[in-house]
């Protein structure tokens, strides 16, 4: 059997049920479809971002380690976006100019509010995946008791208790059960997969400011001459 002449027929059986429902039915539909059709952009959009981002932090790890100067590196570093790293080498950087370098406190605490502040510009949509994980089954489980209720409510006015009555009410209903399904589980495996680049990202961007604060050039400091003690007066 030809697998597209099969895909066709299904999906030619798929809109008749569609057709065929009632108008809460097709309410829900709709709404599972604006879930579904969002969750997928917002998944597209990231998996392109983090496929970018770890590139290029790879790239720019290379060329931190290569560099001879922090001014070599800083003249370069934007080219390397959308890596998070950059965004923390820049305002470490921006701390050792503005501090001299005398204490690297300050800019390992600039570096770690950089590093939150580009996770947080990762995390942006990605809840709506979640709340779409768990909000469409529920969803489409309404839209199914609906069906089911009208269907009942149908069988009750023919007075005809049949299989053959009631199977197709019911098909029609189930309809909203597997469109819930089917926009939330790719939903909830987006979620987890792009949580877990997240943090290993943020892993990474931990590593990269303990790498900078290990190599950075603090100014030389020279020893402060002893001061000599006073010349005791002991009375004679």
Request: glycine residues 8%; without cysteine.
């Given at each position: ?23 809460v ?57 959308p ?33 939150s ?14 709340i779409?994980?768990?909000?469409t ?11 089911i ?13 049949t ?20 926009a ?53």
């Open positions: 059997m030809n697998p597209y002449w099969l895909a066709s027929a299904v999906g030619g059986e798929v809109f008749d049920l569609v057709s065929q429902t009632g108008f039915a097709k309410t829900v539909l709709a709404l599972l479809l604006a879930f579904s059709v969002l969750s997928w952009a917002i998944i597209l959009s990231k998996w392109s971002l983090l496929r970018r981002a770890r590139v290029q932090s790879g790239r720019f790890v290379r060329a931190f380690r290569k560099a001879q100067r922090l001014q070599d590196i800083a003249a370069v570093a934007d080219q390397f976006r890596s998070p790293l950059v965004g923390v080498f820049d305002n470490g950087y921006e701390e050792f100019k503005r501090s001299g370098g005398r204490s690297l406190l300050p800019i390992q605490r600039a570096m770690q509010i950089a590093n502040e580009e996770l947080t510009r990762f995390e942006r949509n990605v809840p709506w995946l979640a779409t994980g768990a909000v089954p529920f969803v489409g489980l309404f839209g199914t008791v609906w069906g209720i009208d269907a009942f409510h149908g069988l009750g006015t023919a007075g005809a208790a299989l053959r009555a009631v199977a197709p009410g019911i098909s029609e209903a189930l309809i909203t059960t597997a469109a819930g399904l089917a939330a589980i790719p939903a909830v495996i987006a979620y987890n997969l792009i949580g877990s680049s997240i943090r290993d990202l943020a892993a990474r961007g931990d590593d990269f400011a303990l790498e900078m604060l290990n190599a950075w050039p603090l100014p030389q400091r020279t020893a402060a001459p002893k001061r000599q003690s006073p010349i005791s007066t002991s009375p004679r």
